[in-house]
C-alpha cells in the first residue's frame, strides 16, 4: 500500500527527498505522515498532512528545514529534507491512517511503508 523510496548518504547541510507512493482505499490513508527511527532510538514522529486542504504538522526537531506535500495525481506525498543535520540520519517510514483527532500514535496508523535509510554524515 506504501511505497517509501528517496534515502541516501548526504553531508551535513544537504539535502533529500522522499516520496512515499500510495494505493488503495482513499479513506483509509487519507492522512499521511512520517516517522524515523535512529539507531538505538524509538521511533519518532517527524511531519503529517492530510492529502487535501493544508493541514500539516511537524516535530520541533524539523520545523523549517523538513517540507511535506503532496501529489494527488500521482498519489505520491513527499518529504524534502533541508540543511541536514548528523541527528537527521535514521531509517525513515511513512505511514497512513484515515481522519481523527490524533496524528503522533503510531497505533493509529493502517498502513506502513518498509522505511529508507538516510544518512547525514559531519
Known amino acids: 500500500q506504501l511505497q517509501a523510496s528517496g534515502g541516501g548518504l548526504v553531508q551535513a547541510g544537504g539535502s533529500l527527498r522522499l516520496s512515499c507512493a500510495a494505493s488503495?482505499?482513499?479513506?483509509?490513508?487519507?492522512?499521511m505522515a512520517w516517522f524515523r527511527q535512529a539507531p538505538g532510538k524509538e521511533r519518532e514522529f517527524v511531519g503529517g498532512?492530510?492529502?487535501?486542504?493544508?493541514?500539516?504538522y511537524y516535530s520541533d526537531s524539523v520545523r523549517g528545514r523538513f517540507t511535506m506535500s503532496g501529489d494527488n495525481v500521482k498519489n505520491t506525498m513527499y518529504l524534502q529534507m533541508n540543511m541536514l543535520k548528523p541527528e537527521d540520519t535514521a531509517v525513515y517510514y511513512c505511514?497512513?491512517?484515515?481522519?481523527?483527532?490524533?496524528?503522533?500514535?503510531?497505533?493509529?496508523?493502517?498502513?506502513w511503508g518498509q522505511g529508507t535509510l538516510v544518512t547525514v554524515s559531519s
Open positions: 498532512k492530510t492529502w487535501s486542504g493544508s493541514d500539516t
Open positions: 488503495g482505499r482513499t479513506l483509509d490513508r487519507a492522512f
Open positions: 505511514a497512513a491512517k484515515s481522519y481523527g483527532p490524533t496524528f503522533r500514535v503510531q497505533a493509529d496508523y493502517k498502513y
